[in-house]
């Protein structure tokens, strides 16, 4: 698998290292189209959710997602990225407290691709286009719960469940999913900065 990946922002030194390149503002280069998406019977406004990430330093505050209708373990998008990612996310699960690396099977290879963006880290495990682990954590030092947002090419597709602790790890994690080539995939968590993405290529 040919992954590349990109980072936006600064890597977090707690997150594991790779060769990184500043990669254009993701979310900038969407196309107009991808300003709204369906959200069940209602809409996400791409737009005000990217202005309002970037009026708060880099960080979705739970004041703003609530505002912008984001929520926990929810599906945003009608494409089948979204629609696989959704049903991974649930059957996947989530953690808190533990170096997700080390909660993974030991016959699972090395992340292909993996680095971070603030305290946010994103890393993917595959071949081809064919993904077996996506999995993003975040860094927290006092108690916080948050759930990590999952971007397809700019636009938010997908939350995954939230999680607590204290002093550690969050992460969710998606298993099995399939990409398009030249997918651009981004994480964020809500109320911690940083936003890692990464580009699949097979």
Request: charged content about 15%; some cysteine.
């Amino acid at each position: 698998m040919t992954l590349r990946m990109r980072i936006l922002g600064i890597a977090a030194a707690s997150c594991l290292a790779v060769a990184v390149a500043a990669l254009p503002n993701v979310a900038a280069a969407a196309p107009a189209s991808a300003t709204s998406q369906a959200n069940g019977g209602s809409t996400l406004n791409m737009t005000a959710i990217r202005a309002s990430i970037a009026s708060h330093n880099g960080t979705l505050t739970m004041a703003e997602a609530s505002r912008l209708g984001i929520k926990p373990n929810t599906q945003y998008a009608n494409t089948p990225l979204a629609a696989t990612l959704h049903r991974a996310l649930i059957k996947s699960g989530t953690g808190g407290g533990a170096d997700p690396a080390s909660i993974q099977p030991s016959t699972v290879r090395p992340m292909d691709a993996a680095g971070c963006a603030g305290k946010v880290c994103i890393g993917i495990t595959g071949k081809g286009l064919h993904v077996d682990s996506w999995i993003t954590s975040a860094d927290v030092s006092a108690y916080q719960c948050s759930f990590g947002g999952f971007w397809e090419d700019g636009g938010l597709i997908d939350t995954g469940p939230e999680v607590c602790d204290s002093n550690g790890v969050l992460w969710n994690q998606a298993l099995d999913v399939d990409f398009s080539e030249d997918t651009h995939v981004c994480n964020s968590w809500l109320n911690i900065s940083g936003k890692p993405c990464e580009e699949v290529h097979s």
